[in-house]
């Protein structure tokens, strides 16, 4: 897990569908909203893009982001 990637949400564009939410099994967002809130940013994995794939329209950025596309290794299918 890792404290240096974790999303941030552009609150000006998200259209709160709650697909982040729900593709998260990672306890980083705040469940039984659609709203995404972070509330556990130490446990987004570093390298998953999982929620920023799904995310229609395109709110999601990660803090640490080097612009290289790699998979996390993690059992989530991110990328």
Known sequence: MSKKW???INTET???C????????????????NTPKVIYAEGCVDGCRGCQ?????HSIDYVGDT?????????CSCV
């Open 6 to 8: 974790y999303p941030v």
């Open 14 to 16: 998200c259209t709160e």
């Open 18 to 33: 709650g697909a982040c939410v729900a593709k998260c099994s990672h306890g980083v967002y705040e469940t039984g909203t």
């Open 53 to 57: 794939n799904l995310c229609p329209s």
């Open 67 to 75: 612009g290289q596309n790699s998979s996390c290794g993690c059992s």
